[in-house]
């Protein structure tokens, strides 16, 4: 069975601070790793990555994909309070597409 | 605005009714899902539909029925309700290839007592 592990499982900062978000892998058939940032509501999508070693990045966010040891890792610098959220990791593989594997998520707590 | 939303927000019921959660995308996306949130946060996939046809049906009790209207429409029908069928219901809805990702509307808090 498919399995996405993250760490940590919580991660207090201050303001300014850069955090790193581990994401690793278990799967069959590895199709794209995605990242998703959860507020109150709806998880909302961060970053698709599909190759490994290309960096995405937009604004202060950015990610990485390493299939040969299979993890990805998202940053997050000059934190800010809005940035407080769960994130979320999923794995989309398998022969369906939509089935998302998710990780049990990063709660991330950002102090002013 | 282009979204997915689902009605409604929250529903607090008894052991044993039978409520629908209703789901509707208008980002033109041809599949459409349902994930449950449990209390520990983790996400998991129920039902996934393209064009009204049940593509993924994982590991759920038959007690919930999804149906599709059409495409752009996606509704959860649950009976006899449980105390463990607490939880948060997702609707997502995304375009037919691997390298789509999902859009999820603001989730529905089930409370079943």
């Known amino acids: ?112 | 605005d282009t979204a997915v939303s689902q009605t409604p927000k929250y529903l607090v019921t008894q052991m044993g009714n039978d409520k629908s959660i209703k789901c509707e995308q208008n980002l033109g996306h041809d599949t459409m899902y349902w994930y449950k949130q449990d209390s520990k946060k983790f996400l998991k996939i129920m039902f996934s539909y393209n064009n009204k046809e049940l593509i993924i049906n994982e590991t759920v009790p038959n007690r919930f029925s999804p149906k599709s209207p059409d495409k752009a429409h996606l509704n959860l029908h649950i009976n006899s309700l449980e105390l463990g069928d607490s939880a948060v219901y997702f609707c997502a809805s995304s375009q037919v290839t691997y390298n789509s990702p999902l859009h999820f509307g603001n989730g529905t808090r089930l409370t079943v007592t």
């Not at chain 1, 993250?6 to 300014?16: A, D, F, I, K, N």
């Not at chain 1, 799967?27 to 998880?43: D, H």
Request: net charge neutral.
């Open chain 1, 1 to 112: 069975e498919d399995k996405v592990v993250q760490s940590p499982l919580s991660l207090v900062v201050h303001e300014g601070d850069t955090v790193t978000l581990n994401c690793s892998y278990e799967v069959t058939n590895f199709r794209s790793l995605l990242w998703y940032k959860q507020e109150k509501k709806a998880p909302t999508f961060l970053f698709m990555l599909t190759s490994s070693g290309i960096e995405k990045k937009s604004g202060r966010l950015s990610s990485i994909l390493d299939k040969k040891e299979l993890f990805s890792i998202l940053n997050i610098t000059a934190t800010q309070t809005g940035d407080s959220a769960i994130y979320l990791c999923a794995h989309a593989g398998g022969t369906s597409y939509g089935k998302l594997t998710f990780g049990q998520g990063t709660i991330l707590t950002v102090h002013p």
